[in-house]
C-alpha cells in the first residue's frame, strides 16, 4: 500500500518562497511518477509539475515555469516542491500524487496525500 503524506505548508507573503513536502512509502518507486497538484477553493484541480523518480526528469505547467521546482531525495523516499516568487493566485490545497508509470499523463495518478494548505498574501 503506497501512502503519500504531505507537509510544509503555510502562509507566506507574496514575492516569498516555501517549501512542500511529501514523504513516500510502501514500496520502491523506481518505475513510479511523482506529481504535485493543487486545487484552489470554487476551482478545478491543477496539475503543477512531475518528476519521473528513476531519471530525475521534470515537467512543469506553464504557470509555474521558472518560479516552482520538484526534486527527490532517494535515500529519504522523499520528494519536494519548492516554490519562490510566490504570488496570491498561488494560495490553494497542495496535493502529492504517484503512479507506477513513467509517463506525463496528468489524468491517471493512482494514490494521493491529503493535501498541504498554502497560503500567499498579497
Known amino acids: 500500500q503506497v501512502q503519500l503524506v504531505e507537509s510544509g505548508g503555510g502562509l507566506v507573503q507574496a514575492g516569498g518562497s516555501l517549501r512542500l513536502s511529501c514523504a513516500a512509502s510502501?514500496?520502491?518507486?523506481?518505475?513510479?511518477?511523482m506529481a504535485w497538484f493543487r486545487q484552489a477553493p470554487g476551482k478545478e484541480r491543477e496539475f503543477v509539475t512531475a518528476i519521473i523518480w528513476t531519471s530525475g526528469t521534470t515537467y512543469y505547467a506553464d504557470s509555474v515555469k521558472g518560479r516552482f521546482t520538484i526534486s527527490r531525495d532517494n535515500a529519504k523516499n522523499t520528494f519536494y516542491l519548492q516554490m519562490s516568487s510566490l504570488k496570491p493566485e498561488d494560495t490553494a490545497l497542495y496535493y502529492c500524487?504517484?503512479?507506477?508509470?513513467?509517463?506525463?499523463?496528468?489524468?491517471?495518478?493512482?494514490?494521493w496525500g491529503q493535501g498541504t494548505q498554502v497560503t500567499v498574501s498579497s
Open positions: 500524487a504517484a503512479k507506477p508509470r513513467w509517463d506525463w499523463n496528468q489524468n491517471d495518478y493512482n494514490y
Open positions: 510502501g514500496r520502491s518507486f523506481i518505475s513510479y511518477t
